[in-house]
């Protein structure tokens, strides 16, 4: 086994023994955590990711069942065990309960504190291949890629970027990244870069996914990589962003800076319409999932029904998918989906390109989002922003006013 970044905790009021733990479990390979109370251990648990906790079992605020507990319930992939001078039958019995995998008695050897360490780190082994979370069990080349993807970036922690349409799984791409890492019995925030009260650095260790980034302005794109850089920790950092990758590469409003810190791993997801081929195998995988689920048999396809999806173009990509097949499902009968079932109106997902929003329109959002970039890296000076944009200041100066531009 090897012990490499290996990062354990260790909970002890008494200066002596914490030393003493320390010295061993350095010695041996790992890298150690310290804290004196209930309080500090929870502390250090809310910052970082651990792969073990060894914990006294009388502390200065409590106990270190509650401890386990506490453990339990907000980390429960997280093997903790108990080492006690003040050990009974009745505090191992409840300790054990509450989730602890070994209670021992002081003194402790050297052997005996290796073979505990190596007990509770074979309970927190990497995955094997047949229980890792995978986005969808179907056998499509396009799923198979993502998955070694997540699978890939999840295991080497690096920060990445999740580009896609609204609606392509960008977000649960992102929490399987998270439950398949190594941070997975620590929590995943996310932060939502549109709201301008979104704190951007959490009080809490894990995994940050920091949504819609296109939103977020260039001061606080500075802002965000400078703390990046000075935390002392290293979270799972993941981006998504509803840009495709040459948008938010080449866009005036992103950081260069920030980009190539963030932009080590890249995924980038594909509307639905481009797996019009796939789609029934789509479908039968997403339905067997909602059958599971729901505890109930598998609802079938009519193939005028699968015609009727084949024919759509899924504004809303796999969300939109879901949604409908979720309704049919609900209302079919004798678990066979027919074309009445398939209700494609009122989905609540907009067109990309239609007769409401053309090609036009289209070209007209991605003017004003880089005339606004181009404004805000000025501080609205437009001259400067007319030279980053690559046309006049009269050129400018009428699109401004033409595609209503405020100051």
């Known amino acids: 086994m090897s012990n490499t970044k290996k990062r354990i905790l260790v909970v002890d009021d008494e200066p002596d023994i914490l030393k003493l733990l320390d010295i061993s479990l350095t010695r041996m390979g790992f890298s150690v955590y310290k804290a004196e109370s209930v309080g500090a251990a929870k502390y250090q648990l809310s910052k970082y990711s651990f792969h073990l906790c060894l914990t006294d079992f009388k502390l200065p605020d409590g106990l270190g069942s509650e401890l386990v507990a506490y453990a339990q319930k907000n980390y429960p992939q997280m093997p903790i065990a108990v080492i006690t001078a003040f050990g009974t039958i009745n505090h191992a019995v409840d300790t054990l309960k509450r989730g602890a995998y070994d209670f021992i008695t002081k003194p402790i050897s050297l052997e005996t504190l290796r073979n505990l360490v190596i007990a509770g780190l074979q309970l927190n082994e990497p995955k094997k291949a047949d229980q890792q979370q995978h986005l969808l069990d179907a056998d499509v080349p396009y799923f198979n890629g993502l998955n070694e993807a997540i699978l890939k970036y999840a295991e080497s922690g690096v920060p990445t970027i999740i580009y896609g349409q609204l609606g392509s799984w960008k977000e649960e791409i992102a929490v399987l990244i998270h439950k398949n890492s190594q941070h997975r019995d620590a929590p995943i925030t996310f932060i939502d870069c549109n709201n301008e009260e979104s704190q951007l650095i959490p009080d809490i260790g894990g995994t940050w ?139 609540g997902f907009e067109p990309h390109l239609d007769g409401t929003r053309n090609l036009e329109k289209y070209i007209e959002d991605i003017e004003i989002r880089e005339i606004n970039n181009a404004l805000a890296k000025t501080n609205n000076n437009k001259t400067k922003a007319a030279e980053l944009l690559g046309i006049s200041f009269r050129a400018l100066r009428y699109k401004i006013k033409k595609l209503g531009i405020e100051n």
């Open 209 to 347: 996914v920091y949504a819609n980034m296109e939103a977020l302005s260039t001061d606080k794109q500075g802002q965000l990589l400078k703390q990046l850089k000075a935390l002392d920790f290293s979270p799972q950092i993941i981006v998504t962003t509803n840009w495709s990758p040459e948008e938010f590469k080449n866009s005036l409003g992103i950081k260069k800076t920030l980009l190539r810190h963030l932009a080590v791993g890249e995924i980038e997801t594909k509307p639905l319409i481009t797996l019009n081929k796939q789609l029934p195998a789509i479908c039968e995988s997403r339905l067997e999932e909602l059958a599971e689920k729901w505890q109930k048999v598998p609802c079938k396809l009519h193939p005028m029904a699968m015609v009727k999806l084949r024919e759509y173009g899924f504004p809303g990509n796999l969300k939109e998918l879901d949604l409908i097949l979720s309704k049919a499902a609900i209302n079919c009968e004798n678990q066979l989906i027919r074309e009445d079932d398939i209700e494609l109106e009122n989905t």
